[in-house]
Structure formats: structure tokens, C-alpha cells
């Protein structure tokens, strides 16, 4: 408590948690093990909604203490209002698994002999540790939870909450170790469904989930219009000379002239020549050698004489 009311002091009647936080926090290098400050600060956090920041804080404080050899330190370090506290943070951030090893951790301790002389905690921890170990669903949690509740049924004998967890541990881990006098008053199975009527429960069928509804035609996203492209502006520059914008195109621009459909090769040979082509094929063989006879091996002088050289 007083340590809670210096870290108040040193706060000097801040505004808000933040600027409390900005007074108090130099005071943890100087007080790394103060519980009352380690508990203001996470307090703290808790307010401004950093939940991480108030866990984090926790598990350094129990990491310093466990590597303490003080056995004092120890027993602080399992004291059940912080394991509490931290378990609690835990369900606050969706961490089971934690919040449960965590209360393993903390009923091993107590539940064994320790150096210091400080006494047990209340049956509440143990309950809790031994109640989480069950919710796992796991052989050896239940063999842990089970030793839990048998030494707290070995304590007092009236306990319901020990008869209950002792019965349900050993009910999946050993059923021939559950003592008879706490057999004998359990209630018979007839019994607790003695108000259920199974006909009207198999009539009834299973239920079916309902189906998510379909969305209505007018909830439906529109289409987006189409919007008419612009047409693309040519620059000036890449225009060719004397061009005329109003002047089709031609749609073979792109092909060689001689693959053109409107092709008409000049001159007289080149007429016959382009009779052995079809557009864009290649030419007929038979034709070439018709050629190559009538035209004397392809353009030979009469005789098979060449011309004498002049003189110059």
C-alpha cells in the first residue's frame, strides 16, 4: 500500500493515465521487484487499453523473480493475486493455453513443500489451477488435476468442489481409484435424465441451420457503366508527311507490299512470275521447270555464246 501511494505522489495529480505513466515509470529501474508499483503501473496500462505493455510487464517481473534464490521471492512470485491478475490479462487477450500454465505452475508450487514458512493459499487457486487442467481434455492434465483435488479432498472431505473435481479427474484417468463412499453418492444416470423425452427429441429431428439469405436484386452492386474510350491523340511529330485525318487507312498497311491483295507486280515477267504465287505462298515447282524450258535455263544468250568484250 504505501508503495502504491508514493508511486500517487510521484504522479504529481496527472491529467490522464498517460502522463501518469510518463512519471511513474523511471521509478521501475529504481524499484524493479516493488509489487505495489509493478501493480499501479499495470493498472495503468489496463486503463489506457495496452494490454500487451501490462502483460509484458508481469511475465519480466515473474521471470526476475523466478531466477531469485530468496525462497521469499518465490512465494511472491506465486502469490494467487498476481497469478490471478495474470490469467486474467490472459482471457482478456484469448490466451487459454497460457492462463492455464500458468495455474499448473502456480498449484505445483503450493501443492509441494517449500522452503519458506509462508502457509498455503486458499483452496480457490488450487480449484482454479485443477478445474482449467480438466477444460484441456488431455491424459496427463487430468492425471495433474487429479492430484489437486485429491490432496484438497484429503484436507476436508466435505468439500464439494474437491468430491467433483477429484471424481471427474479420476472418472478419465483411473475410475477404480475413486474412493466407493464418493461412488455411492453420486446420482444414478436414470436420474438426471429422468425429465428428458427422448421420443419428442428424436421426432423433433436434428436442426437444421438456417441459410444465409440471398441478396436481393436491388441490394446487388450495379455495374459500372461503360464509359466510351477517347479516342488516343497522335503527336504531330509521329504523323507521317501529307497526312490526311479524314483519309481511311489502309488495313494492310502493316503487311509487305508484295503480300498485299491489291499487289500488281510492273512489266511483263513479273506478271507471269506472280501467276505461280498465291498470297503470301510459295511457287509452284512445276511451273518454274516449264519456265526454265522455255526461257532456255533462265535468260542464256542465243546459242549458248557469250558476247565478246569491246574494246574500250
Known amino acids: 500500500m504505501a508503495a502504491v501511494l508514493n508511486a500517487a505522489a510521484h504522479a504529481r495529480s496527472a491529467a490522464t493515465e498517460k502522463a501518469s505513466l510518463k512519471q511513474i515509470l523511471p521509478l521501475l529501474e529504481k524499484r524493479p521487484t516493488d509489487v ?18 501490462a502483460t509484458h510487464l508481469l511475465e519480466s517481473f515473474f521471470a526476475r523473480l523466478s531466477h531469485s534464490a530468496a525462497a521469499s521471492d518465490l512465494d511472491v512470485r506465486f502469490a494467487p493475486g498476481l497469478v490471478a491478475t495474470l490469467v486474467s490479462l490472459y482471457a482478456q487477450q484469448g490466451r487459454p493455453g497460457a492462463a492455464r500454465s500458468e495455474l499448473s505452475k502456480a498449484a505445483e508450487y503450493w501443492g509441494k513443500p517449500h522452503k519458506s514458512k509462508t502457509e498455503a493459499p ?20 487430468a492425471k495433474t488435476a487429479g492430484e489437486i483435488f485429491r490432496g484438497l479432498y484429503d484436507q476436508n472431505n466435505e468439500d464439494r468442489a474437491a468430491i467433483a473435481g477429484l471424481v471427474a479427474a479420476y472418472s478419465v484417468t483411473d475410475s477404480s481409484s475413486i474412493p466407493s463412499d464418493l461412488t455411492s453418492i453420486l446420482p444414478e444416470a436414470s436420474h438426471l435424465v429422468s425429465d428428458i423425452d427422448a421420443v419428442a427429441l428424436e421426432d423433433a429431428g436434428v436442426p437444421a441451420l438456417a441459410l444465409p439469405s440471398q441478396p436481393s436484386e436491388s441490394r446487388k452492386r450495379a455495374a459500372p457503366k461503360s464509359v466510351p474510350s477517347k479516342a488516343k491523340r497522335i503527336r504531330k511529330a509521329r504523323m507521317p508527311k501529307e ?23 510492273k512489266g511483263r515477267k513479273g506478271k507471269k512470275k506472280a501467276e505461280g504465287f498465291t498470297q503470301g505462298g510459295i511457287e509452284d515447282k512445276a511451273s518454274v521447270q516449264q519456265q526454265q524450258q522455255q526461257g532456255g535455263g533462265g535468260g542464256g544468250a542465243k546459242g549458248g555464246k557469250k558476247k565478246g568484250k569491246g574494246r574500250k
Open 36 to 53: 505495489g508499483l509493478i501493480l499501479t503501473i499495470t493498472h495503468l496500462y489496463v486503463l489506457t487499453g495496452n494490454h500487451a505493455a
Open 122 to 141: 486458499s483452496k480457490a487457486l488450487l480449484v482454479a489451477a485443477g478445474t482449467a487442467l480438466l477444460d484441456t481434455h488431455n491424459q496427463d492434465n
Open 243 to 265: 497526312f490526311d485525318p479524314n483519309k481511311k487507312m489502309d488495313a494492310e498497311r502493316w503487311l509487305p507490299m508484295r503480300d498485299r491483295s491489291y499487289y500488281r507486280p
